[in-house]
C-alpha cells in the first residue's frame, strides 16, 4: 500500500491564482483530513470528510473548498491564493471508529509559497 | 471549548528517560488522548493512545490520571534517532455533544543530545 500520497511537493503561487492540492488514500478509510502547519507551530485542521460525499469545515476553513466524490480523493482547492495562505499542508485519513482519534495516517506534504 | 497545554522544549541526553506533559483541562468524556511524533518535513506519525490509567506499546508508555486533565507521554531510554516534535491530540464537543473538534497541541520539541 502506498499509504496517503500527496501532489504537488512544492508549488509557489502568485497571489490570486488558484491551485488544487490532490491527496489520495489506498487503506479505504473512511476519515479524510487537510491540516495547515504554519512554521513552529502545531497542525490546525481546514476540512474534514466522514465519507463520500460528506464534508465538514475545521478550525480554518476560510479562503478554501473540498470535495469528496471519492472513498480515495480528497482534493483541496484555493481560489484566491493570499500570502496567509503560505504553509505546509498535510493530508490524512483514517478509519474513523473514534471520531478522528483514531490513528491517522498522514501523507508527506505540500509546501506552498504564495508571493 | 477544551485546550491543550505542553511545553514547548526539552533537552535530554541518549539512554535517559523523558516525560511529556500534555494538559487537557475540558477534555470530553468519551475521548481518547492521543500522542503523535513528527520528524522536519515529514507528516506526523502515531505514537500512542489511551483513555485512562496506562497504556505500554513497544516505543512508548503513556500515564493518564483518573480525573483525565492531562496525560504524559513516556519515552524510555531516548536515543538521537528520538529528537522530534510530539503533538498530544485530543477532542472535544459542545454541552450536546455537537461540533466536534479535534484539539491538537503546539507540539513539545525534544532535543536528545549524545
Known amino acids: 500500500n502506498a499509504g496517503v500520497t500527496q501532489t504537488p511537493k512544492f508549488r509557489i503561487l502568485k497571489i490570486g491564482q488558484s491551485m488544487t492540492l490532490q491527496c489520495t488514500q489506498d487503506m479505504n478509510h473512511n476519515y479524510m483530513y487537510w491540516y495547515r502547519q504554519d512554521p513552529g507551530m502545531g497542525l490546525k485542521l481546514i476540512y474534514y470528510?466522514?465519507?463520500?460525499?460528506?464534508?465538514d469545515k475545521g478550525e480554518v476553513p476560510n479562503g478554501y473548498n473540498v470535495s469528496r466524490s471519492t472513498t480515495e480523493d480528497f482534493p483541496l482547492r484555493l481560489e484566491l491564493a493570499a500570502p496567509s495562505q503560505t504553509s505546509v499542508y498535510f493530508c490524512?485519513?483514517?478509519?474513523?471508529?473514534?471520531?478522528?482519534?483514531?490513528?491517522?495516517?498522514f501523507g508527506p506534504g505540500t509546501r506552498l509559497l504564495v508571493l | 471549548l477544551a485546550k491543550t497545554t505542553q511545553p514547548i522544549s526539552m533537552d535530554s541526553y541518549e539512554g535517559q528517560e523523558v516525560n511529556i506533559t500534555c494538559s487537557h483541562n475540558?477534555?470530553?468524556?468519551?475521548?481518547?488522548i492521543t500522542w503523535y511524533q513528527q520528524f522536519p518535513s515529514q507528516g506526523p506519525r502515531f505514537i500512542i493512545q489511551?483513555?485512562?490509567?496506562?497504556v505500554t506499546n513497544e516505543v512508548a508508555s503513556l500515564f493518564i490520571p483518573a480525573d483525565r486533565k492531562s496525560s504524559t507521554l513516556s519515552l524510555p531510554r531516548v536515543s538521537l534517532s528520538d529528537t522530534a516534535v510530539y503533538y498530544c491530540?485530543?477532542?472535544?464537543?459542545?454541552?450536546?455533544?455537537?461540533?466536534?473538534?479535534?484539539?491538537w497541541g503546539l507540539g513539545t520539541s525534544l532535543a536528545v543530545n549524545p
Open positions: 490524512a485519513s483514517s478509519y474513523g471508529q473514534r471520531g478522528g482519534l483514531e490513528t491517522q495516517y
Open positions: 491530540l485530543v477532542g472535544d464537543t459542545d454541552n450536546a455533544g455537537n461540533n466536534r473538534k479535534l484539539i
Open positions: 489511551g483513555y485512562k490509567t496506562k
Open positions: 475540558n477534555i470530553a468524556t468519551n475521548d481518547y
Open positions: 470528510s466522514v465519507g463520500a460525499g460528506i464534508t
